[in-house]
């Protein structure tokens, strides 16, 4: 269900800040700026004439006032930042959290699975472009050119109409923890797009969570700056990060961002205590050289040989739609690879049936969890051990019994 602004609500560009000037929130009934509906962002700095500096991410947007950052979702409006999606979730949903994926953290469980519109990248192949593209295709910077208030409102549109309005079911941090206890979910998973682009409703989100027992995961693309990385950390139990290429030169190019500030955020997370787990999407031609292949396994042990390594299957999406899907040798290579270089758990995914979605012990290689997919057949771990040779496995809630 989609949450669209009051009909006492319009969004239009700013006839106050010029033609080159993006759009702001305006209501029908003044004419003036309408703020009260917003949170403001946090991590952001005021500079002269009305600017700010978003530090959340290391864009380090400098937003114009009547602006928006790199993300699409993050307004300033006189000199204050403010989030549009504090209160709009625009997918949600109990899911495997082997489907974050993570398959070290609480086995078999379910993690309620949130995310709204917007993202801090702009990956060329993203599975979920509709979502985490929609605020760069659908906000646009001038609605009416003559600076007039239209009369327009907006009820029930199809989605595709949907070009002035912020897509989202209503909610809030205390709504979506009681959500998830209900679901009777082990956690709460922060996904779908760039969960760093709706920091202030997971964080609060997280909090609130943690007082109710439930656990915090973000699935994310690690791009976020130390601060809120660091705050992020007290209340975030596990993360999903991408490593998408080990090329300076495509993350600029194919995602937008650089390379650095995601290798640094991965090692950042593990020095603080959240349990990760990594994955690269394998794209023909663009990521699979076993040279690059390579290079990730080696980052991923020099951050620790128990981070597990996932290795997953590329699908056509996006504007990459004429790109193969990955061959199960090349999954299997890497996965080869990465066990060569030291890992202790590597996985191929996005590809229900083979063995390599398995997770067998480090040291006698018995197999430990058996899975089809998101599907957990049967675990043998007791104790935190292989239970034929005792090797104890890397995660947490590992246990066949443990409870979720």
Not at 198 to 210: G, K, Q, S
Not at 366 to 383: K, S
Request: proline share 6%.
């Amino acid at each position: 269900m989609l949450r669209l602004l009051p009909p006492e609500i319009i969004i239009r560009d700013d006839p106050r800040a010029g033609n080159n000037r993006p759009w702001t929130i305006f209501s029908k009934l003044t004419g003036e700026p309408d703020m009260d509906g917003l949170h403001e962002a946090r991590y952001y700095q005021t500079v002269p004439g009305k600017q700010v500096l978003c530090t959340l991410c290391p864009h380090d947007c400098r937003i114009v006032d009547g602006g928006r950052g790199a993300c699409g979702v993050r307004y300033n409006h006189n000199g204050k930042l403010y989030t549009l999606v504090y209160d709009k979730v625009v997918s949600r949903n109990v899911e495997p959290v082997e489907k974050k994926p993570l398959y070290h953290f609480y086995p078999a469980s379910t993690a309620y699975s949130i995310g709204t519109v917007g993202c801090n990248l702009r990956c060329a192949f993203c599975q979920n472009w509709q979502i985490s593209q929609w605020p760069k295709v659908h906000l646009p910077k001038r609605l009416i050119e003559n600076g007039e208030l239209e009369d327009q409102e907006f009820i029930c549109p199809r989605l595709a109409e949907l070009e002035t309005t912020i897509p989202g079911e209503q909610v809030t941090p205390q709504g979506i923890v009681e959500a998830a206890l209900t679901a009777g979910a082990t956690s709460i998973a922060y996904t779908y797009t760039e969960p760093t682009i709706f920091y202030e409703l997971a964080y609060d989100t997280a909090v609130l969570a943690r007082e109710q027992g439930l656990k915090n995961i973000f699935v994310t693309s690690g791009y976020i700056s130390e601060e809120p990385l660091r705050e992020l950390a007290t209340v975030l139990d596990a993360a999903n990060v991408d490593i998408k290429f080990f090329k300076e030169e495509s993350y600029r190019h194919i995602s937008r961002v650089r390379m650095q500030p995601i290798l640094d955020a991965i090692r950042l997370y593990h020095e603080l205590g959240v349990w990760i787990e990594l994955t690269t999407l394998v794209i023909p031609g663009l990521n699979d050289t076993e040279e690059e292949l390579q290079a990730i396994a080696d980052f991923v042990r020099s951050v620790g040989v128990e981070v597990p390594w996932h290795v997953s299957q590329f699908y056509p999406a996006y504007k990459m739609r004429d790109v193969p899907v990955t061959p199960l040798e090349t999954l299997r290579r890497a996965g080869e690879i990465g066990r060569a270089a030291g890992l202790r758990y590597v996985y191929e995914g996005n590809v229900p049936g083979e063995p390599g979605e398995d997770t067998n012990c480090w040291q006698c290689g018995a197999l430990l969890i058996d899975r089809y997919g998101f599907h957990v057949r049967a675990n043998r771990i007791h104790n935190g051990c292989c239970p034929d040779c005792g090797a104890a496995v890397d995660g947490i809630g590992m246990n066949q019994d443990e409870e979720r």
